[in-house]
């Protein structure tokens, strides 16, 4: 276990005193330690979670389009 001296606001405090109530965690501590886990799992690693996996695969299932030229595509865009 690693210990810190962290300085925040009075937002981010009234934040964990409400996550420590809603998940009944002992300490502010457990709070953010719970804040982690869920920003690692929705905004580090999302290409690991399953259903990227699958849209990744029927995106790579899909026929490519050819645009030809970027004035080519620039004209299907209406740019």
Do not use: W
Request: hydrophobic residues 35%; charged residues 35%; without cysteine.
């Amino acid at each position: 276990m690693v210990q810190a001296t962290i300085n925040i606001d009075g937002h981010t405090n009234k934040i964990l005193d409400i996550i420590q109530a809603k998940y009944d965690l002992n300490d502010k501590s457990s709070a953010i330690d719970l804040m982690a886990l869920q920003y690692e799992e929705e905004i580090l690693e999302p290409e690991f979670r399953p259903e990227y996996i699958e849209k990744t695969k029927k995106i790579i299932k899909q026929k490519p389009v050819d645009v030809g030229s970027i004035e080519k595509l620039r004209g299907r865009l209406g740019l």
